[in-house]
T-cell receptor, first 116, second 113 residues
Framework: KAGVTQTPRYLIKTRGQQVTLSCSPI?????VSWYQQTPGQGLQFLFE???????NKGNFPGRFSGRQFSNSRSEMNVSTLELGDSALYLC???????????????FGSGTQLSVL | GQQVMQIPQYQHVQEGEDFTTYCNSS?????IQWYKQRPGGHPVFLIQ?????EVKKQKRLTFQFGEAKKNSSLHITATQTTDVGTYFC?????????????FGQGTELSVKP
């Protein structure tokens, strides 16, 4: 069974640009969550999608958005990039059959975003 | 807002020594999960605790969930170099408090051979 796949693995952008990250969950999983990881800050929850609907949202500005497709694949978009957006963006999938807070997460390898 | 605090942030031990990391939540949790992230890797699920006062063991790793379901600990006995990495706890909030999984800041463990 294939794991969670994130593309691209690395990305370099400049301030003001926008970026789209992609995540394919484990086959059969319907919930996809996105996290931002920076050194010393742990994993900050961005949002969770289930059945193409945003089910939960963290405390990030509106520049961060996402969506989920009918095949459960998800994309995350960051517009008007700032230097502080440089981070590892992790996607995690779960079956979605229970509340997100009660299910174990399977993480992808992440996309390392550098904003110059 | 809801927070899960994890200490210490860093721990350096000699191989063979024990290691413990602690998590504390400001609110009662529905469950606590533990993840391990190797250097350059991604978080990998270790275990989930659901019941008040629950204790689970995985070989040299012992996980505890507090009686009030607000704190948890991970203890590693006789560390090995393979234990190197960052250990995260993640607290599940009750549905009427958002139903989210909130991660602690992690404890980075280094083991000197």
């Amino acid at each position: 069974k294939a794991g969670v796949t994130q593309t691209p693995r690395y990305l370099i952008k400049t301030r003001g640009q926008q970026v789209t990250l992609s995540c394919s969950p484990i086959s059969g999983h319907r919930s996809v969550s996105w996290y931002q990881q920076t050194p010393g800050q742990g994993l900050q929850f961005l949002f969770e999608y289930f059945s193409e609907t945003q089910r939960n949202k963290g405390n990030f500005p509106g520049r961060f958005s996402g969506r989920q497709f009918s095949n459960s694949r998800s994309e995350m978009n960051v517009s008007t990039l700032e230097l502080g957006d440089s981070a590892l963006y992790l996607c995690a999938s779960s079956s979605g059959l229970r509340a997100e807070s009660n299910e174990k997460l399977f993480f992808g390898s992440g996309t390392q975003l550098s904003v110059l | 807002g809801q927070q899960v605090m994890q200490i210490p942030q860093y721990q350096h031990v000699q191989e063979g020594e024990d290691f413990t990391t602690y998590c504390n939540s400001s609110t009662t949790l529905s469950n606590i999960q533990w993840y391990k992230q190797r250097p350059g890797g991604h978080p990998v699920f270790l275990i989930q605790l659901v019941k008040s006062g629950e204790v689970k063991k995985q070989k040299r790793l012992t996980f505890q969930f507090g009686e009030a379901k607000k704190n948890s600990s991970l203890h590693i006995t006789a560390t090995q170099t393979t234990d190197v990495g960052t250990y995260f706890c993640a607290g599940g909030t009750i549905y009427n408090q958002g139903g989210k999984l909130i991660f602690g800041q992690g404890t980075e463990l280094s083991v000197k051979p």
